[in-house]
């Protein structure tokens, strides 16, 4: 018999690491997400019971699916559908008859059309990374709403009405046709991204490890879908950004700028995962802008000082990046760039042309940038800028380092 911490332990873990697999594989077979989730936590609740007094089963995962199945089958037969489903859910009562609970590889992977489900356009955008984070990810709920800085309640009924849409709208569980698929790819990177800034930035929930909730998803989709250089250069750019993350704020919490950060700190074999996805990526000729942007941060990663930065590379490179991508965003990180391989001046024409945007004064990196770039030019108009810039910022970090560089101006 398992002690229960023990017992806890390899529990949570089976669910972490196979929460997904199953999910997707039960949710593809009943074409119900809640009647799928339902069972499995029925599962995980047997398996305290059952693995306390017998053990872990040889294959812990199979063990789960088989349990749920079972679960599934009983509660449908209770129901007045079950008549309806009988030729969808034949096969299941055959396996239910022969189970296997000793190989997990019998589960069927189905993680690559629940992603495509959880991003369907359909669904907000907040919906689509609580989904993702809750069904492939295996988060609790209380885990997603502190992610969000919500009501664990509030959380569970967004949840509960995206699972009532997808079956109400029908939704299905496949992989998008070859005309949809760059564009849904595309809605799943990005909700893959919001997931790994969240933890990164530390803005919500950083301690619930959501970067590495992103890394672990984005390495299974890479998996998945192995031809897409896209999806590789995702995952790249989040091992880059990542290897930096410890060393981004002191032991006190304050920002630590790039340029005064100790790359000792930084993590070495992240680094190297990245820089070598990279190296087999890029010279298949099909690049991106999640590729590019790994470039740029492996040639950060890659400098041993600041003063070392290849900056007229990165420069060019976020050049072809707005080329690729010409939103305001890559133009302000371009302007960065260039104020340090060509000249402020350069740099602060380039966002004058931004800021003919009128949203851009209501944008916090615009307003940053545009600050930091006057600060070093030593323009007057330095100091109200930062004060635009302190006023939206949100992070109490980001704000006390801004507040810092203003009063130096004094």
Not at 224 to 251: C, V
């Amino acid at each position: 018999m398992l002690p229960p911490h023990s017992l806890r332990q390899a529990i949570d873990r089976c669910a972490r690491e196979e929460w997904g697999r199953i999910l997707a594989a039960l949710t593809k077979s009943l074409g119900d997400m809640q009647l799928a989730e339902d069972c499995l936590q029925d599962a995980v609740t047997k398996a305290i019971e059952v693995w306390a007094r017998d053990g872990l089963p040889r294959a812990p995962a199979a063990w789960l699916i088989t349990t749920a199945r079972r679960r599934a089958i009983d509660r449908l037969r209770r129901t007045a559908r079950f008549q309806a489903k009988v030729p969808e859910l034949s096969y299941l009562a055959d396996l239910e008859n022969t189970p296997d609970e000793s190989d997990d590889s019998v589960i069927p992977d189905k993680r690559l059309e629940m992603i495509f489900t959880c991003c369907h356009p359909a669904l907000e955008e907040k919906t689509q990374v609580a989904l993702t984070l809750r069904t492939l990810g295996g988060l609790t709920t209380g885990e997603i709403a502190r992610a969000f800085l919500d009501q664990p309640d509030a959380m569970a009924q967004r949840l509960v009405r995206a699972k009532r849409k997808i079956a109400a709208a029908g939704i299905p569980y496949e992989i998008p046709s070859a005309d949809m698929l760059p564009a849904r790819t595309a809605a799943v990177m990005s909700v893959l991204y919001l997931i790994f800034n969240a933890g990164y930035t530390g803005a919500n929930a950083g301690k619930w490890g959501l970067s590495d909730e992103a890394i672990r998803l984005a390495r299974i989709i890479r998996t998945l879908m192995p031809d897409d250089t896209e999806i590789a250069g995702l995952l790249a750019l989040m091992l880059l950004h990542d290897a930096r993350r410890i060393a981004r704020k002191s032991d006190a919490g304050e920002m630590i700028p790039l340029e005064k950060q100790n790359r000792n700190r930084w993590d070495r074999a992240k680094i190297s995962e990245g820089d070598a996805i990279l190296q087999a990526t890029l010279p298949k000729g099909r690049v991106g802008p999640y590729q590019l942007q790994a470039a740029i941060s492996a040639l950060h990663a890659q400098s041993p000082a600041w003063d070392d930065t290849d900056w007229s590379q990165i420069a060019a490179l976020y050049a072809l990046l707005y080329r690729i991508q010409p939103s305001p965003v890559v133009r302000i990180n371009q302007a960065m760039a260039v104020s340090y391989a060509t000249s402020i001046d350069a740099a602060l024409e380039m966002l004058s042309s931004v800021a003919k945007d009128p949203d851009m004064h209501r944008y916090q990196p615009f307003l940053t940038a545009r600050a930091d770039l006057l600060h070093r030019s030593g323009h007057p108009d330095a100091l109200p800028a930062y004060d635009a810039a302190i006023a939206l910022t949100e992070l109490a970090a980001e704000r006390a380092f801004l507040q810092a560089k203003r009063d130096s101006i004094l």
